[in-house]
């Protein structure tokens, strides 16, 4: 099992530009998020899909959309790249949104995102 | 004020000795915790979930007070290889039913021989 994959690893966007980070799991996981990490700010979550066919905003959405493309798939998309972010992206997968059993979350690799 | 908050440390601990960490949440509506590990530059790796009677693992103890509303990760005899990032991660009832995972920020700690 790869767990969850993420692509790219890193990337360099001008302002303006727009791009799609990629996320998949193989651990038949319902519940997928998407994180940007911060120097001192931890970990933030932009949204997350709760179940195959459900989004919702997390805490810093603006800029951001997603697409919950099947149960596998999470893609994180960003319209017109903005310096402010300029951060690394995680993805993760959980079983279900809770509980001890089922909320622990497995995490990607992480993109390393430069916006200039 | 920020929902889950930590100390940003660095706690700087010789080998062998023992360290807490603390994490203190806002919201009375959280319903799940977990310690998660993160090395420089890497992922966050689940490090333990934390049960309301507290767990052990190995040199490892976490405990849940609901009254004060925190959560605390002992650690035992540290070893350098315990040298990292630990994050608490707080999941929340949120209004319409659904759940959201709230990390603090992190403790640093760094384990010198």
């Known amino acids: 099992n790869a767990g969850v994959t993420q692509t790219p690893k890193f990337q360099v966007l001008k302002t303006g530009q727009s791009m799609t980070l990629q996320c998949a799991q193989d651990?038949?996981?319902?519940?997928m998020y998407w994180y940007r990490q911060d120097p001192g700010m931890g970990l933030r979550l932009i949204y997350y899909?709760?179940?195959?066919?459900?989004?919702d905003k997390g805490e810093v959405p603006n800029g951001y959309n997603v697409s919950r493309l099947n149960k596998r798939e999470f893609s994180l998309r960003l319209e017109s790249a903005a310096p402010s972010q300029t951060s690394v992206y995680f993805c993760?997968?959980?079983?279900?949104?809770?509980?001890?059993?089922?909320?622990?979350?497995?995490f990607g690799p992480g993109t390393r995102l430069t916006v200039l | 004020r920020k929902e889950v908050e930590q100390d940003p440390g660095p706690f700087n601990v010789p080998e062998g000795a023992t360290v807490a960490f603390n994490c203190t949440y806002s919201?009375?509506?959280?319903?799940?915790f977990f310690w998660y590990r993160q090395d420089c530059r890497k992922e966050p790796k689940l490090l333990m979930s934390?049960?309301?009677s507290g767990n052990e693992d190995g040199r490892f103890t976490a405990q849940l007070n609901r009254a004060s509303q925190y959560i605390s990760l002992l650690i035992r005899d540290s070893k350098l290889s315990d040298s990292a990032t630990y994050l608490c991660?707080?999941?929340?009832?949120?209004?319409?039913?659904?759940?959201?995972?709230?990390f603090g920020r992190g403790t640093s700690l760094i384990v010198h021989p």
């Open positions: 993760a997968s959980s079983k279900q949104p809770r509980g001890l059993a089922g909320g622990e979350q497995f």
């Open positions: 651990m038949n996981h319902n519940s």
């Open positions: 899909s709760a179940s195959e066919g459900t989004t």
């Open positions: 919201n009375s509506a959280s319903q799940s």
């Open positions: 934390v049960y309301s």
């Open positions: 991660v707080v999941i929340v009832e949120a209004s319409g039913g659904s759940y959201i995972p709230t």
